[in-house]
């Protein structure tokens, strides 16, 4: 899942014909200065937080101003928050149009019904889940057909369009679908689509490109800035790993199994700081390297759950054992481990001849996991 800040949304959105405010990102309230100075940005002013998270305009991080002054002022000011743990580094100016009506438009892939499937509704502006099921209309797309002519109709008396504004809609209900469809988008979002005069712009843009489809548009490949640098490597390599914020390193396999152990260390008072899942691997290379890139992390304690189907017990003491030898006396961290299933026994006894003891129940495992990272046992 890639999710594309506001201003590179809004890029894709101008090279498919969207109506758009005018406007710039810059990243220091000099540039907003200068931007503003130089005309690019018209006043008053829209000052925009480019952060991924939603709620900006409730959350103080969408501001206006009238003057030069004020918008330089206004991009120091969001440029130094942090949004719900993101820190800003990006600010996009844009004119401030006058809105009669905020409406809400997105197209998505709907899983149940297997089509992308157009949401509308004349209550935009708020979050759509906000918004009564009722008052939000939702076409199913077939994908070899596109939005037909009757249901852009639909959609545009849903949203209360009359006379120029109908017109309007049409050039954005095709960018809209020609960018899901094209850009291999999970969600393209208009949030708020704005009547302005007596056309149509749209105010944002949430955009989500399909990883899976990655190969196909390199040029996101770079924006990757929710992604701390080891989970970019972890990436690389095929690792699924990810970073949360406490301090025990947890690898089991399988994605019910790692988060199920997740859930009984919190429930023993211990916090999870990062997981890795070995998936299904049979490589004892490859579990070397994921457990060098926990060693990473540099966790208080790791605490290795492994239940041996595919992934066989004796093939990830082997690869455990050998990034043992590999990690460095400084970077060395206590390990907690449970090894059960196909081929037990032999892994059992490779991780003895290493000096690791394998526990047996999960309760007592965990509880010696969250006391090796210093917390309560
Ligand atoms: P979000 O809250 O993170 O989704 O940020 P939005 O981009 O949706 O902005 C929040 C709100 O700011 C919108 O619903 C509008 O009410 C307001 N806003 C954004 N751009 C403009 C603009 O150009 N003119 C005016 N008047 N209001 C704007
Ligand atoms: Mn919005």
Redesign the pocket.
Known sequence: MVKLA?WRGKEIFRQYGMPL?RGRVVRSAAEAASAVAAGSVPLPC?V?AQVLA?????GGA?RFASTPAEAEAATGAILGLEFKGERVREVLL??????AR?LYLSVALDRSLRLPIVMASARG?VEIESVDDAQILRVPVHPFVGLTGYERRRIATTLGLVGPAVRSLDTVLTALWQIFEREDAELVEI??LAVVGDGLTA??AKVIIEDDASFRHPQYAEVRDDRTPLEEIAREKEIAFVQLDGNIGVIANGAGLTMATLDVLQQFGGRPGVFLDLGGTDDPKKVTEAFLLMAKARPAAVFLNIFGGVTRCDTVALGLVEAMKQVPPAERFPLVARIRGNNEDEGIAILRSAGVTSLHELKESVQAAVAAAGGRP
């Open positions: 506001e405010p829209v925009k939603g709620g900006r305009g409730k969408v844009e004119e401030k149009l006058p809105i905020e502006g949030n708020p105010l944002d």
